[in-house]
């Protein structure tokens, strides 16, 4: 069974910066993309960013400019650099992995999912 462990949330001040990173159990990590999203109260898990082993990427209009995807293969690590955050980015926000050499921007493309680890942006 694929795990992964999420670290990084917490609370911030709007203009601040975060850090995630997703460490997932993955025998072959070259063999996934892997994708971060986030699901506010109410609404839908949307598409944040995501990034092939190549590292070629993608992040969504709301975050861009101010979010960074990246990961180090080396250390079966991704990470999402959050900055000039905002209380609208509060959400609880999923690392998650696809088995394919390529990355997707649709949630139902995901094979594994970690638990969650929530961000609030206070104002």
């Known amino acids: 069974q694929v795990q992964l462990v999420e670290s990084g949330g917490g609370l911030a001040q709007a203009g601040g910066s975060l850090r995630l990173s997703c460490a997932p159990s993955l025998r072959t990590f070259s063999a996934y993309a892997m994708g971060w999203f986030r699901q506010a109260p109410g609404k839908e898990r949307e598409f944040v960013a995501a990034?092939?082993?190549?590292?070629?990427?993608a992040v969504a209009d709301s975050v861009k400019g101010r979010f960074t995807i990246s990961r180090d293969n080396a250390k079966v690590t991704g990470y999402l650099q959050m900055n000039s955050l905002k209380p609208e980015d509060t959400a609880v926000y999923y690392c998650?992995?696809?088995?394919?050499?390529?990355?997707?921007?649709?949630?139902?493309?995901?094979?594994?999912w970690g638990q969650g680890t929530q961000v609030t942006v206070s104002s």
């Open positions: 998650a992995a696809r088995f394919s050499q390529f990355y997707s921007t649709n949630r139902n493309d995901y094979n594994y």
């Open positions: 990034i092939s082993y190549r590292g070629a990427n």
